[in-house]
């Protein structure tokens, strides 16, 4: 079946630590987004990409970073200079024209 | 600033119908989308307007008014297993979505 994977689902960072979480998809999609989420919150845009080899910043980057080498994949990587990334992170991706976006099911992650 | 307003909790009881409230406020708008999201899960997709009026699927409808930059969330009939956050996304153009902060629904047998 299409869809979005994201691994692992769950993830521990040691203080000083860049991880790298994975988001795949098999939907033949365009564009994809990685958001944040913090308990009881919405959802904040750290990246988002339109095409293959192109990304943007969103509202919340700073601490973060990403590449878009295939169409299928688009892993984040949480530097260390994010100083506070326990969150959960949700990956998502989205067709052409009016279409809504889907989600993987996200990458809980939390310091040691 | 571009915002999204959704009133944070909303209780109702099983059976019932309710109504969840989004305005907004931002640069760009192609359309209103609307999510569920139950505890520890990812957000999943339940309707999407584009255009003013109402979109019905099944127990869910969505309604859109661009003039007024508002739009609902209708549950009818409402189950336990519809107890989740549900948000309200703006479509502000070149991909870029705007999400609001969520609408916890508690139902109570």
């Known amino acids: 079946d299409g869809g979005i994977t994201q691994s692992p689902k769950y993830l521990f960072r040691k203080e000083g630590q860049n991880v790298t979480l994975s988001c795949e998809q098999n939907?033949?999609?365009?564009?994809m987004y990685w958001y944040r989420q913090d308990p009881g919150q919405g959802l904040r845009l750290i990246y988002y990409?339109?095409?293959?080899?192109?990304?943007q910043k969103g509202d919340i980057a700073e601490g973060y970073s990403v590449s878009r080498e295939k169409k299928e994949s688009f892993p984040l990587t949480v530097t260390s200079a994010q100083k506070n990334p326990t969150a959960f992170y949700l990956c998502?991706?989205?067709?052409?024209?009016?279409?809504?976006?889907?989600f993987g099911d996200g990458t809980r992650l939390s310091i040691l | 600033g571009q915002s999204l307003e959704q009133p944070s909790e909303v209780t109702a009881v099983e059976g019932a119908i309710v109504q969840i409230n989004c305005t907004y406020q931002t640069s760009g708008f192609y359309g209103l989308s609307w999510y569920q999201q139950h505890d520890g899960g990812a957000p999943t997709f339940l309707s999407y307007?584009?255009?003013?009026g109402l979109e019905e699927t099944g127990r869910f409808s969505s309604f859109l008014s661009r003039s007024d930059s508002y739009g609902y969330l209708l549950l009818q009939e409402l189950q336990m297993k519809d107890s989740a956050s549900y948000f309200c996304?703006?479509?502000?153009?070149?991909?870029?979505?705007?999400f609001g902060t969520g609408t916890r629904l508690k139902v109570l047998a």
């Open positions: 996304a703006v479509n502000g153009g070149t991909y870029k979505y705007i």
């Open positions: 990409s339109q095409i293959v080899n192109d990304f």
């Open positions: 998502a991706s989205k067709g052409q024209g009016e279409q809504p976006q889907h």
């Open positions: 939907l033949n999609h365009d564009a």
């Open positions: 307007n584009a255009l003013d």
